[in-house]
C-alpha cells in the first residue's frame, strides 16, 4: 500500500468543479418532481407518455447524486492524508443514516409512529457506502475503480446466494442487495429497505475513482467524458435493444417505455448505463455553460445534503396546502407512511399533472432563498 501523502499545491487549490455542481444541481431539481408525485398519487410511471416520463427523467437523480457522492470524496482527499479521509468518510457515514432514520423518515411521514415503520432511503445507502468507502480509500485509486465496476456488472452473482441462503437471513440479503420491506422481529417495526446497499457502493467506489479524470488538463478530461458517457449509453442501447426484441415482453407498453423502463430496485446494469452514460457526457457541457441557468443550479449543486433535509417537509408542507385548498381539509393519507408504506390515495384524491409541475415550480422557488444563503456561507 503506497504511503499516505498531501499534495501541498492541492491543500490551497480549490476543490470544487463547476460542472458536477451543475450537473448535481439539476438532477436535485428533478428529484423534487419525483417528491412531489409522491404527494400528489400520480402513479410510479404509467401508459401515457406524459406520466412515464414525469418518473422516468427522475431515474437520473439517485445515480448522479451516490456518484458524485464518490467523486466529491476524492476531491475532498486532495486535502487529507487516506487516513484522515477515511475517518472522515465513516464519521459521516454514521451521521447521514442517523438522519435517514429520524430527521427525513419524520419529513416523509409527519408521524411519530417509528415503532410501526423504519425508512433506509437514498441518504441511508449514502452513509453505508461512506462507511464502505472509508474501507476503500485505503486502497490505489485504479484498484477502487476495478471493485466499483465488478459491483456494478458483476451484481448478478449475490442471487443465487441470496436464494439459497436460510429465511433468518433475509433480512441481511434485503438490505445487501435485494431490497424490500421485513420486520424486525415478529411485532417489530417494519423496515423499508428502498436503497439496498448493492450496487450503490459500486458507483460510489467508481465515482470516486472518476475523481482522477475531473483533475485532467480540461480538453482530456472532456474528451474522456464523452467517450465514457457515448460508450455507456451506446452500450445501454445495443444491449437493451437486443434484450427487448429477444425476451417475451413483460408489460403492454410501447416498445420505447419498456426500453426505458429498466429495473431501478435494485438498480440494474443497464439502468445505471442508461442513466450514468448520459450524465457523464453532458460534463463537458455543462462546464462550458454560464449565466443565470448556470448560477440557479449551481446553487443547489453547492448544498446538496442542506437542499435534500429541506426538500422533503417543504413538499410535504405544500401537499398539505394543496389538500386544504382542494378539500378544506388536511386528508390523513398526507400523514401515512411515505414513500414505500402508504396505502392508496383516497378516491379523487390524485392530482392532475400540472397541478404536480406548478406544485413542483412553487416548491423549488421557495427553496432558492435558503440554499442561495447556505451556499453563500459554505467554504
Known amino acids: 500500500m503506497p504511503v499516505a501523502t498531501v499534495d501541498p499545491a492541492a491543500t490551497t487549490r480549490s476543490t470544487r468543479v463547476a460542472s458536477i455542481d451543475i450537473v448535481r444541481g439539476a438532477v436535485m431539481v428533478l428529484m423534487a418532481i419525483d417528491h412531489v408525485r409522491v404527494y400528489s398519487g400520480v402513479p410510479a410511471g404509467g401508459p401515457t407518455a406524459a406520466v412515464f416520463f414525469t418518473r422516468w427523467m427522475t431515474h ?11 467523486t466529491s470524496a476524492f476531491l475532498a482527499g486532495r486535502r487529507r492524508t ?48 461512506m462507511i464502505l468507502l472509508a474501507l476503500l480509500v485505503r486502497l490505489r485509486t485504479r484498484t477502487i475503480a476495478v471493485v466499483g465496476l465488478a459491483i456494478i456488472f458483476g451484481q448478478q452473482i449475490l442471487l443465487p446466494l441470496a436464494a439459497s441462503t436460510p429465511a433468518s437471513l433475509t433480512p441481511l440479503w434485503r438490505v445487501i442487495y435485494l431490497g424490500g420491506i421485513f420486520r424486525l422481529g415478529a411485532n417489530g417495526p417494519a423496515v423499508a429497505v428502498l436503497y439496498a446497499i448493492v450496487p450503490w457502493i459500486g458507483v ?22 464523452l467517450w465514457i458517457g457515448t460508450a455507456a449509453t451506446g452500450a445501454f442501447l445495443i444491449a437493451g ?95 401515512a407512511n411515505h414513500p414505500m408504506l402508504p396505502p392508496p390515495p383516497p378516491p379523487g384524491y390524485m392530482w392532475s399533472l400540472p397541478l404536480l409541475y ?22
Open 241 to 335: 435493444g437486443i434484450l427487448l426484441f429477444a425476451a417475451p415482453p413483460r408489460s403492454a407498453l410501447p416498445p420505447l417505455f419498456r426500453l426505458l423502463n429498466q429495473q431501478k430496485y435494485p438498480a440494474s446494469q443497464l439502468f445505471l448505463m442508461m442513466t450514468l452514460g448520459p450524465t457523464i457526457a453532458l460534463l463537458p457541457a455543462a462546464e462550458r455553460l454560464r449565466g443565470p441557468v448556470a448560477s440557479f443550479l449551481t446553487t443547489f449543486g453547492r448544498v446538496p445534503l442542506f437542499y435534500y433535509l429541506l426538500h422533503i417537509p417543504t413538499i410535504h408542507a405544500a401537499a398539505i396546502v394543496v389538500s386544504l385548498v382542494r378539500e378544506g381539509r388536511v386528508d390523513p393519507w398526507l400523514f
Open 60 to 70: 437520473f437523480c439517485a445515480p448522479a447524486f451516490v456518484f458524485f457522492a464518490g
Open 82 to 129: 487516506r487516513e484522515q479521509l477515511s475517518r472522515r468518510l465513516a464519521a459521516r457515514g454514521l451521521w447521514l443514516i442517523a438522519l435517514e432514520l429520524t430527521v427525513i423518515r419524520l419529513a416523509w411521514t409527519f408521524n411519530l409512529d417509528y415503532a410501526h415503520y423504519i425508512l433506509a432511503g437514498v441518504i441511508w445507502a449514502i452513509g453505508c457506502c
Open 204 to 225: 460510489m467506489a467508481a465515482g470516486y475513482a472518476f475523481g482522477e479524470i475531473v483533475m485532467l488538463d480540461p480538453r482530456r478530461r472532456d474528451r474522456v467524458c
Open 358 to 379: 406548478l406544485v413542483f415550480a412553487i416548491v423549488i422557488a421557495v427553496l432558492y432563498l435558503p440554499c442561495a444563503w447556505y451556499a453563500a456561507r459554505k467554504p
